[in-house]
């Protein structure tokens, strides 16, 4: 019996003995395969370091996460605002568009009397853009040469569509695609055709476009804007009030001399279409005229050593348009207007004037001027793949570089890349007579 009791005592002492040792070679096991974070981990706890280790992490980690998160959004926000900066950057040219935005570009353009914007938003264009490609698509005359590209066809429906005037005046019509696209924007409206000649002339060689809606300055009818009898005419069409007729400028004509027309007849509403910018182009422009030192970012240097020479310079190996300093300066310095000449009639006229006229010319449009708004590019060049204008000299595009997935849901990566070649600032300006 004794035997058997010591029996039973050593058999459970085996067992527990078993369980013992199994736990003690699972916990020797654990010990000797410690991981490096659990050996880290278990030297905070001894130390008393593990609660600032882990909170100095988790503030890591936040600041991590917001710098990631920040730069996301940037690129993904549909209105987000990109500096010019950014779009050098994108281009390898880090640093010229900056540097080129303090020596030379007017950020304020043509100064309003009253500070007055457009109503529209970049959210609003966002949207005429989805609407328009397809329109756009429908053109008639696929191959516009030397008339307007896709972002002025654009900015010209857009704009009239947001109007909605009663009557449509377009001075300088070519083969008419012009006139096509206010007749997208407004099907039932009356337009008024002012062209030397008619766009049906263009029919035996190709395409082109004749409305059937559209009273014709035209041809052996030809007159130009600023001699037609504007009170008799609008009595015809039935319009009493001017502010509700839209004026559209493509004639090549000196932009000044169309703005003092408009404003004697009595029009408020204007589109110039080709708006150049200085040192370019074949008329005097509002772009020229509002390029003053006394804008920030106005007014030029034509010393050969100068920073903004060297940006120029630089700039002109990339983009078709740029001016370098040569180019820009005529004799005397005088960089205004096109080497201190202003242009006019498809450079036909060309007549030098001094800094002071220059200086006084930008003084009475900023008289009258109450609303001056330039329409940007609809995409940066890296997704239109466009080399002509340079976009240090440009607003920034609807759609900016990199966000090639909206320019694609857009419609735009449909399009040739060759339509995008024509942008040339084309601006909305509203003018009334200067305040006494």
């Known amino acids: 019996m004794l035997a058997r009791v010591l029996s039973m005592r050593r058999g459970a002492h085996t067992e527990e003995e078993d369980e013992l040792d199994e736990h003690s070679q699972d916990d020797s096991k654990t010990r000797k395969h410690l991981s490096i974070a659990t050996r880290i981990t278990n030297y905070f706890t001894r130390t008393g370091y593990l609660c600032p280790t882990i909170i100095t992490a988790i503030i890591i980690l ?3 996460s917001y710098f990631l998160q920040s730069r996301d959004l940037l690129c993904v926000s549909s209105i987000s605002s990109f500096d010019r900066l950014s779009r050098t950057r994108f281009f390898g040219l880090d640093g010229l568009d900056s540097d080129f935005g303090a020596l030379g570009v007017p950020w ?3 100064r309003s009397k009253h500070g007055k914007t457009v109503e529209w938003t970049t959210k609003d264009l966002l949207q005429g853009l989805e609407e328009f490609v397809p329109i756009y698509e429908t053109r008639p005359i696929k191959n516009n040469m030397y008339g307007m590209g896709f972002d ?3 900015g010209l429906w857009f704009i009239t569509r947001w109007l909605k005037p009663d009557l449509m005046i377009e001075s300088g019509a070519f083969k008419g695609h012009s006139t096509w696209v206010l007749r997208q924007a407004m099907p039932n409206t009356r337009i008024i055709s002012i062209t030397p000649r008619h766009p049906e002339k263009y029919l035996k060689k190709g395409a082109a476009y004749v ?8 041809g052996k009818d030809f007159v130009d804007f600023g001699s037609i009898d504007w009170s008799t005419v609008m009595k015809k069409h039935g319009v009493s009030d001017l502010s509700r007729v839209l004026i559209f400028f493509d004639d090549h004509q000196s932009e000044l001399k169309r703005l003092k027309q408009a404003l004697k007849a009595g029009f408020t509403n ?9 040192g370019t182009g074949d008329h005097y422009s509002l772009r020229q ?8 970012g106005g007014g030029h240097s034509c010393f050969e050593d100068s920073d903004e020479a060297r940006v120029r310079s630089v700039r002109k190996k990339f983009w078709e348009k740029a001016v370098d300093t040569q180019e820009l300066c005529g004799p005397g310095e005088s960089w205004w207007g096109v ?3 202003m242009r006019d009639d498809f450079n036909h006229t060309n007549k030098p004037i001094s800094y002071s006229q220059h200086f006084q010319n930008s003084r009475y449009v900023e008289s009258i001027l109450d609303l001056y708004w330039e329409l940007p590019p ?9 080399t002509r204008y340079d976009p240090a000299r440009a607003p920034s595009p609807i759609v900016e570089d990199g966000r090639f997935r909206l320019f694609q849901r857009l419609g735009l990566s449909r399009l040739e890349p060759s339509v995008f070649n024509g942008y040339t600032q084309m601006v909305y300006v509203q003018i009334s007579d200067k305040e006494s």
Not at 289 to 296: E, K
Not at 378 to 386: F, N, R, W
């Open 339 to 341: 080497r201190g000449y």
């Open 108 to 110: 304020y353009l043509c």
């Open 378 to 386: 609809v995409a940066g060049p890296s997704l239109t793949h466009q």
């Open 289 to 296: 005229i509002c390029d003053q030192f006394y804008i920030q």
């Open 62 to 64: 936040i600041i991590t």
């Open 270 to 278: 204007l589109v110039f279409e080709d708006n150049y910018d200085t």
């Open 152 to 154: 002025h066809s654009f």
């Open 211 to 218: 409305d059937g809606n559209c009273t014709y300055f035209a």
